[in-house]
């Protein structure tokens, strides 16, 4: 009898655990708007300063020093001006959801993430 107990108790917390989980994995509208905020805030502080650099590594990785040094630091100050400017128009339009649903315009979402930057799908 208290092996038919334990099996129903833990038949029924694996069934709560897995339906919390599908709960807390969906993010809630204030979470957006935060995370949307605070892209804007490190996008237009940092911008400038990580996409030059960031870029200059990427293209030189991709197509050797000489053309980083000289391309990718020209695309560096593109996509640092670029992100700085996604920046501002995300701190601006924060409580708004535009893009539906509060979703990132550029890829990676902030710019200390290591990746190059490209416009988000």
């Known amino acids: 009898m208290k092996l038919g107990r334990w099996t129903f108790a833990t038949l029924l917390s694996l069934a ?4 919390s989980t599908s709960v807390w994995a969906a993010e809630s509208t204030a979470e957006r ?4 905020a605070a892209r804007g805030v490190d996008n237009t502080v940092l911008g ?3 996409e030059w650099p960031k870029t200059i590594y990427y293209e030189s990785k991709a197509h050797g020093v000489p053309y980083g040094a000289t391309v990718g630091a020209v695309q560096g100050l593109g996509a640092g001006m670029v992100r700085t400017a996604v920046g501002l128009y995300e701190l601006v339009t924060f409580p708004f959801p535009v893009p539906s649903g509060y979703r990132p315009i550029l ?3 902030f710019s200390l993430e290591p ?3 490209q416009i988000a799908r």
């Open 16 to 19: 709560l655990t897995g339906m």
């Open 33 to 36: 708007i935060a995370l949307k």
């Open 48 to 50: 400038m300063v990580t």
């Open 107 to 109: 890829s990676p979402e």
């Open 115 to 117: 990746q190059q930057t």
